[in-house]
């Protein structure tokens, strides 16, 4: 069973930046698409960044020019460096993989997912 545990959440002033990372283990796929997911509350889970196993980069327009997802093959590890951070981008936030699936619909059906981490940016 793959496991994914995200950190690098936390409190930070607008115009602030943090950076998440998402720890895979027991990852045996060879190719697979990891993403963010970030749902705040009373809100629809809102996709906000993905990767493939090409590197090849999808965004959500809202963060587009301030998010940049990347991931460390080796080390089966995700990162989102989210910079110029906005109130509007408090939520918490998911890791997520799978093998077929790499869509940033709300609805994406992505198989695992990690058990999220909190970012509250204050104004």
């Known amino acids: 069973q793959v496991q994914l545990v995200e950190s690098g959440g936390g409190s930070v002033q607008a115009g602030g930046s943090l950076r998440l990372s998402c720890a895979a283990s027991?990852?045996?796929?060879?190719?697979?698409?990891m993403a963010w997911f970030r749902r705040a509350p009373g809100k629809e889970r809102e996709g906000v960044a993905a990767?493939?196993?090409?590197?090849?980069?999808k965004y959500a327009d809202s963060v587009k020019g301030r998010f940049t997802v990347s991931q460390d093959n080796a080390k089966n590890t995700l990162y989102l460096q989210m910079n110029d951070l906005k109130p509007e981008d408090t939520a918490m936030y998911y890791c997520?993989?799978?093998?077929?699936?790499?869509?940033?619909?709300?609805?994406?059906?992505?198989?695992?997912w990690g058990q999220g981490t909190q970012v509250t940016v204050s104004s």
């Open positions: 997520a993989v799978d093998r077929w699936v790499c869509q940033l619909d709300p609805n994406a059906d992505f198989r695992h």
């Open positions: 027991r990852l045996y796929y060879s190719a697979f698409c």
């Open positions: 990767i493939d196993s090409d590197g090849t980069t």
